[in-house]
């Protein structure tokens, strides 16, 4: 079974997350959007035509996403089928946030992991 493909993106907490994204804009270059964040595109042996995104995005200091986690980051994987996935994860033991949300941006799941970072789990739409 294939579990995760690729980084989805890296979230994280920042003091003003607009002036961030400026400084990043302005000295390396990062394409930041109305939304706070950039989306840098990508190809990989998953995905041979270059479908899909990495996201950078930072979140306000007092952002309640990453809950129960403490930590001031959370990173988002790419994985194949996130339903399956999960169920193989509790199998595992692996700490799973019960919930799962499902829209036009795909499936997105979550678990604890042993020192208590929240990893986001992602199944991109198809043809992401």
Same mark, same amino acid.
């Given at each position: !079974?294939?579990?995760?493909? $690729? /980084? $989805? ?11 961030? &994204?400026?400084?990043?804009?302005? *000295? ?17 042996? *998953?995905?041979?035509?270059?479908? %899909? ?10 952002? =309640? ?8 980051? !959370? /990173?988002?994987?790419?994985?194949? =089928?996130? *339903? ?8 595992? %033991? ?6 799962? =949300?499902?829209?036009?941006? &795909?499936?997105? &799941?979550?678990? /604890?992991? #042993?020192? &208590?970072?929240k990893l986001?789990?992602?199944? #991109? #739409?198809? $043809?992401?």
């Amino acid at each position: !079974m294939t579990r995760v493909t $690729g /980084i $989805g993106g890296v979230f994280f907490k920042a003091k003003d997350p607009k002036a961030l &994204g400026a400084w990043y804009k302005k *000295h390396l270059g990062f394409d930041v959007q109305e939304w706070g964040g950039a989306a840098f595109a990508w190809k990989g042996p *998953h995905n041979p035509e270059g479908v %899909g995104t990495t996201i950078w995005s930072p979140f306000k200091a007092d952002s =309640d996403y990453f809950a129960p986690s403490t930590a001031p980051f !959370m /990173i988002n994987l790419r994985v194949a =089928d996130l *339903h399956a996935l999960l169920k193989v994860l509790r199998s595992e %033991g692996v700490n799973v946030v019960d919930k799962v =949300d499902e829209s036009e941006y &795909g499936k997105f &799941g979550w678990v /604890i992991d #042993p020192e &208590g970072n929240k990893l986001e789990l992602w199944q #991109p #739409p198809e $043809g992401q």
